[in-house]
């Protein structure tokens, strides 16, 4: 079974083979994201190059430029932000473009949704599924008027990044009903997660932290604490990689208060956005399995109940990467 998930996230992971680029020059892509990059290369496929800025595990609000990045910034065609009003890493990095296509948050017709006394929370807003879609028809625009030869390539990529993250949205959705989780009361540890709870269908009742030095009041705490023994909030949400921050600190404390559980998805980093998608709702779907999230050992245990889900959508899996692969081999 495990073998059988595997091959299917091979398949759908893999690069697609379309037409030969017969000496072409590839249009060379610079996103500030993981996760912006690979929307750009399953959008662009064979004709593009497709980089980023932000290593895995670092923070777009704490990342410097290093000079390799700025170099990086330079020799590229087409620099895809994720806000340069947001996050002053944009504003650095579009300090350094000379004559390149910029792609920003406006070109994306982003939806935002207010969080605790955030009008607009723009954090992790990408891994909202309608904005990721935004951010492909965006790329796909640009693309098509930097190479108006393959315009029809670029669009029908489009499409199809289109129909797999809806495919896979429903496929996450039906894992969490499966689980019995969805639609239940959560707390987010920081702001990035909210756009995966809102995505899945679950009850935001707070956050513990909005913004830089901006925590949750011992008043509001006690509340959660309550909510929690009560029954209402069913888990807290942080993103990985935050575990150790003050804010992860603070929902581990409540976890070993009340032994509500902690669920680390990921926000920033991957190769493919629907997969992305299946294993934040993997994790998700899998915390009533796990004991606690304060020790190592309880994490890496966290995993090995994110296989066994993936393994229960890997018949489905199977056919959808087999399908979608059929098509764009015709």
Known sequence: ????????????????????????????????????????????????????????????????????????????????????????????????????????????????????SMKKNYHGYWLYPKNAIGIARAVYIKLSEIDTVHESYYHERYLRFLSLVNRSLSLSINLLKNSGVYGGDVLLAVPGTFYVAEAFGFNVSGVLMEGPNHFSSQSDLKKYEDAINSGKIKMIINAKNLENSKAGSMAIELSKLTGVKVAYVDIFSTSNYSMLMLKNAAILSSVSDVSSYSTTECYTQHYVYIIAALSALSGVLGYLAYSYRRELLR
């Not at 893999?14 to 037409?19: S, V």
């Open 1 to 116: 079974m495990r073998l059988a998930v595997a091959l299917a996230i091979f398949m759908l992971m893999l690069p697609i083979a379309n037409a030969s680029l017969s000496g072409e020059s590839r249009i060379f892509v610079v996103s500030t994201l993981e996760v912006f990059s690979s929307i750009v290369e399953e959008v662009g496929g064979d004709y593009v190059t497709s980089d980023y800025i932000i290593p895995q595990g670092s923070d777009i609000h704490d990342y410097s430029l290093t000079p390799k990045d700025i170099e990086k910034i330079k020799s590229a065609d087409m620099i895809v932000l994720a806000g340069s009003n947001y996050f002053p890493i944009d504003s650095k990095i579009l300090s350094n473009v000379g004559g390149q296509y910029v792609l920003d948050f406006k070109d994306y017709n982003a939806t935002l949704y207010p969080l605790g």
